[in-house]
DNA sequence: GTCTATATTGCGATAGAC
DNA sequence: GTCTATCGCAATATAGAC
């Protein structure tokens, strides 16, 4: 027995998630999950019943910081509308820290959706938009934010701002644009971008 | 002969790159192809000699905009940094108009890239990227946008709020988020936030 | 729980009739 | 230029040995 030893159910989970991300899940095949786990074809159909329910699995887990954000931001809806805004900024960058693999199954989703990851993202994403445009709404009544703005199309642009940069952050290492990027400062750059930008123009000077 | 009857060969490009858009390479068959084109199974490789060849005339028609973007944005280095950064924005709106699947194809080059889809997409980004920070650069020193952006992460953000919308659009009509989506308006708004972020907040009235 | 061997299906490609 | 028939291969899934 080998102490170090992962449990071949969780190897295979391991190694098929970053297969399935980085090919897609019709690209890759059971054998070659099997090989680069070091176990056999039947190993899949064993613990999973098959590919399809090993990709659920993948994508079970993967998604899990997707269900806890829900519950945190039910948790700050009492906060003031630009440090809620502030609150899903910071947490975005830290779930893309936590699973750098999840971004790429939110963009295969998005693109050729499967039952399961559907269901997950879509209602994710009602959840966080209906957050996002009830602060931008409370922020443009209390005259902080401009009153010309469209409430959906400012909440789609915050959310692009933040997540787009996880997405292509592979693509921008390769071609040396990103030499040695960090999450926190264009989290930081950007949402100081779109804050000012959404802001009323009031001409005071502020303290920082 | 019937007149009105698409070529064969232009006919099983047009029906692939929407096959190829919504399921990706590997999850399309030419049988499939084939079938939906009301041709037959063999026609693929006869016409492009293969799977593979088919793909590269799909991408080869999809990226022609981006291409002649690049030949644009030589053409525009004379204008003020405001106003080379507002033709970039109108352009990006412009291309994913002129192809809805162009999206689907670059992210999906940006996943998993092709050697085809790849030197296209990494020319094409480098040039981009070169062109906003110029334009970024420019602007800091004379004094018209904040000197405390990270000009990478800016131009990085920049793109992520042009483009993010037409990866994410189908998605968000799915979920009712958008109803019917305007994409210059979206463009508009997205880039009207964007330059405020970045300007200096000078605390004069601007006409506008 | 893990393996090998195998059944079955569907793939891309092509030969050859028309 | 378009079709049918077929070859060879690789896929998933499973039966059954250990």
Do not use: C, W
């Not at 070659?32 to 329910?53: L, T, W």
């Not at 079970?60 to 630009?82: D, G, H, R, S, T």
């Not at 994710?124 to 934010?145: C, E, P, R, T, W």
């Not at 401009?146 to 692009?160: C, E, F, K, Q």
Request: charged share 25%; proline share 4%.
């Amino acid at each position: 027995m080998n102490i170090i030893k992962k449990y071949t159910p969780q190897k295979i989970i391991d190694i098929s998630t970053r297969l399935f991300a980085e090919k897609g899940f019709a690209a890759v095949s059971v054998r070659e999950i099997s090989m680069d786990a070091d176990s056999n074809v039947s190993a899949v159909s064993y613990y999973f019943g098959g590919k399809s329910g090993l990709y659920k699995a993948v994508l079970e887990e993967q998604f899990l910081p997707l269900i806890e954000a829900m519950v945190y931001i039910k948790e700050n809806e009492q906060l003031l509308p630009e440090e809620r805004l502030s609150f899903y900024a910071e947490n975005v960058s830290k779930i893309h820290s936590q699973r750098p693999y999840l971004s790429k199954f939110m963009i295969s989703e998005s693109l050729k959706p499967t039952p399961y990851g559907k269901e997950i993202i879509e209602k994710h994403l009602s959840q966080v938009y209906n957050f996002l445009a009830k602060s931008l709404q409370d922020g443009i009544q209390s005259g902080v934010f401009r009153d010309d703005l469209d409430i959906t199309y400012t909440a789609v642009a915050l959310a692009s701002i933040l997540n787009f940069y996880f997405v292509a952050k592979p693509l921008l290492k390769n071609v040396k644009i990103l030499e040695n990027p960090q999450d926190e400062d264009y989290t930081q750059n950007a949402f100081r971008i779109y804050l000012q930008g959404i802001k009323i123009d009031k001409s005071m000077n502020e303290g920082m």
